[in-house]
Structures are given as C-alpha cells and as structure tokens.
C-alpha cells in the first residue's frame, strides 16, 4: 500500500477553558485504503489530531508532516493557507460529531455540497450514495425533518461525494443511541472501503470500534511535569520503525 499520511515529532499546544495540555505525535502513519481508530478519554486530543490531519489547524512543531505526497508543514510554515484550503477541499471529508448539516439546504444540497466546493458536480454520485446509506427518499427534505440516525447517513454521504482520499470522522456515535452506533460504524467503514478512502475515526468507546473491526490506536495520557502541562501522545512504533 501507499502511504498518505506521514508525521515525524508533531505537536500542539492547547489551552482553553480545561487545564493546558500538549499534544505529542512522535510517529503516525497511515496507508491509503487504510481504516483507524484514535481512543482516548474526553480531552485527550483526539479532535485536536483531527483538526490537524484535515488541514484546519497548523502544528506547533513537525518534523515531517505530509499528506498526499505534500509537505504540509511546509505549507504551513510558509503561510500557504490557500493550497491547505484547496487539498482540504480536493481530498479530505470530514463527519463532525454532531452532523453539522446546514439547516438550509436539503438533503440533496448538504451532500452535494463537497462536490460544489471540490469543484466536482456529480448528481448521479449524490443519488448513488442517497441509495446505498438508505437516504433516496429523503433527498429533498431538510435536516430538521430526519432522525439523528438520518442527519448521520448525510453527514456520511456528504463526506464521500467528492471522492477524498481520507475521511476523518470526530466521535461519529457520540450523538446516537448506542444501538445504532455499531451500525454507524459498520457503514463507515463500508462505505469508505468501497471509495477506496482512508478513515481515521476518533472514539471514547474503543471496544465498539474493535468489534467494528478497527484497529485501535490508544492514546497514552501523561500528567502534568514542571511545565503545568499534561500530555497525551499518539503513536504508531512498529510503522515508525519501519520507516
């Protein structure tokens, strides 16, 4: 397999209402096609590793970060937010915790509108992904019409209509009775497998996601040294190694 993401000693530092923590990657990879899930308790970077990985928020610190063959802390060092906005744009999809569905468009227009900004219309695609998530038939109604296992199919949907060639999803069954979320997680899978994407979920619940059949990459939390600030750390030693 390809390698799509590469990242060597990459940190960030966070502090906001809870106590400051940094984050620490000192080796993460992950391969084309690949599927992955990050575990860890509330507040343990997870959604800020995601951040970073889909372009959205710079590294503190990188040694080596790339995706795409692109050497994004490069990009970010020299200041090129646009061509971060454009990659982000072309090849990552990204399902948010809570849907994040715009309340104005129908159901049609929110998975369509990936295609709209990649630059890629494709009617049929959004009907094709409509049809296989179980969505067709309500694909001109509006968000506040579905269930929250609907607004999920969308945001699942809406994420693969561009055709990225990684999908990011924060805590996708933070929002669902715990009954659907092995389903949601089995369709992301899925569906990504048959886009030929890379998924990257984040999860407080890692023995849901192994029974999903992902595997897990925990992360190891340190408390706080003479500097006040906690750590949390991600890893991939064996990939590392190889590297």
């Not at 343990?44 to 990985?53: C, E, F, N, P, R």
């Not at 990552?92 to 994040?100: A, H, L, M, N, S």
């Not at 805590?171 to 997680?185: G, I, K, N, R, Y």
């Amino acid at each position: 397999m390809t390698r799509l993401l590469s990242l060597r000693g990459v940190s960030r530092a966070y502090r906001g209402d809870a106590a400051p923590f940094a984050l620490d990657v000192p080796a993460f990879d992950l391969e084309e096609g690949e599927a992955l899930a990050l575990a860890g308790p509330s507040g343990s970077g997870k959604s800020t590793l995601l951040m970073m990985l889909a372009l959205a928020a710079p590294p503190d610190a990188a040694d080596r970060f790339t995706f795409a063959s692109q050497d994004i802390a490069r990009h970010w060092r020299a200041g090129r937010r646009d061509a971060l906005a454009d990659l982000r744009a072309r090849r990552i999809g990204v399902v948010p915790q809570t849907g994040g569905l715009l309340s104005y468009l129908t159901v049609e227009g929110n998975i369509a509108l990936t295609q709209r900004i990649a630059g890629r219309p494709d009617a049929k695609r959004v009907r094709a992904l409509a049809e296989e998530l179980g969505i067709a038939a309500q694909l001109s109604r509006r968000p506040a019409a579905l269930s929250v296992g609907q607004r999920q199919r969308v945001a699942i949907a809406r994420a693969l209509a561009h055709r990225p060639a990684l999908v990011l999803a924060d805590e996708p069954t933070a929002s669902v009775h715990p009954e659907l979320a092995d389903a949601v997680l089995a369709l992301l899978r899925r569906e990504c497998a048959a886009a030929g994407a890379a998924l990257l979920v984040a999860t407080h619940d890692p023995d849901r996601a192994a029974r999903a059949g992902f595997p897990v990459l925990e992360c190891e939390t340190r408390a706080p040294g003479a500097d006040g600030i906690a750590r949390s750390i991600f890893t991939r030693a064996p990939l590392a190694q190889a590297a």
